[in-house]
């Protein structure tokens, strides 16, 4: 795949965002309700693919560009067999399209995971197709939405993780090594794009002092689960193979916002 430099390209081709019927506006008001009320809020693949002009049965091509991933090796430092890429993005509030930024490290902020914490890591940029996604460029538009119920910003800074953790025979993989976590952002959100093979992956949100407050399997491609990261923490449970007579993988897109 063409690792040429996008810089000038934006997101999804355009600004993205969900569209305008009544429907789509009410499903987004919803979400951002319950993610500034709760701290999460769980949405179903019916609802985003609506609210992303997406087809349902569009997840299985894009879930194409996972094949596009590269060896994620801090994560291997702890045994866990994951690939991965990043990039990252300006989102104003108000109009001007969402912009590409540098490729540049990837660092966590103090009190957030402690695997990682102000360790600069280095991963693969995101391919120039999948920058140019349409699903990318309308998810983004739609998190901006949501997340300007939880601040006031006037631009967000859109930090891209497309992952694939591989769950071998006889063996676990592990989505967050780092167990229960921050990301030291407003927004996060774990869309599944797909699974092969695997059980687990138990998804829990735990508010400011550690209780759970969800725990839900993403088994679904178009499950987008959103939290408020100020709030809460998160972690997922291993996968691991569930026919033991070879691999499975499981198939997510990490995006996250902050206030820039």
């Not at 430099?5 to 919803?30: F, H, K, L, N, T």
């Not at 319950?34 to 999460?40: E, H, K, N, Y």
């Not at 391919?127 to 901006?144: C, D, K, Q, S, V």
């Amino acid at each position: 795949m063409d690792e040429a430099d996008d810089s000038g390209r934006q997101a999804g081709g355009g600004s993205g965002g969900p569209r305008g019927d009544e429907g789509v506006r009410a499903a987004v008001a919803e979400a951002r309700r319950m993610v500034a009320a709760r701290g999460w809020y769980l949405m179903a693949p019916a609802v985003l693919s609506r609210c992303l002009g997406v087809a349902e049965a569009e997840w299985a091509r894009i879930d194409r560009h996972w094949e596009e991933l590269a060896a994620d090796p801090y994560a291997a430092e702890t045994g866990t067999s994951r690939l991965r890429r990043y990039g990252q993005f300006l989102l104003p509030r108000r109009g001007g399209g969402i912009m590409p930024l540098p490729h540049e490290v990837f660092v966590q902020p103090d009190r957030s995971n402690p695997l990682y914490v102000d360790v600069e890591r280095r991963f693969e940029p995101l391919t120039g197709a999948f920058r140019a996604e349409p699903m990318l460029g309308a998810l983004i538009g739609l998190l901006g939405e949501v997340a300007a119920g939880l601040d006031d910003a006037e631009e967000w800074i859109v930090r891209v993780h497309p992952f694939r953790v591989v769950a071998r025979p006889g063996g676990l993989g592990q989505p967050t090594p780092e167990g229960r976590h921050k990301d030291g952002v407003t927004l996060v959100s774990s869309l599944l794009v797909g699974r092969r093979n695997v059980t687990g992956g138990r998804s829990t949100v735990y508010d400011a002092e550690g209780r759970e407050i969800e725990a839900t399997t993403l088994s679904e491609p178009g499950t987008l689960l959103l939290s408020d990261d100020r709030a809460t923490w998160h972690a997922v449970s291993p996968v691991r193979p569930e026919d033991d007579g070879g691999p499975g993988h499981r198939d997510v897109l990490v995006v996250t916002l902050a206030a820039r």
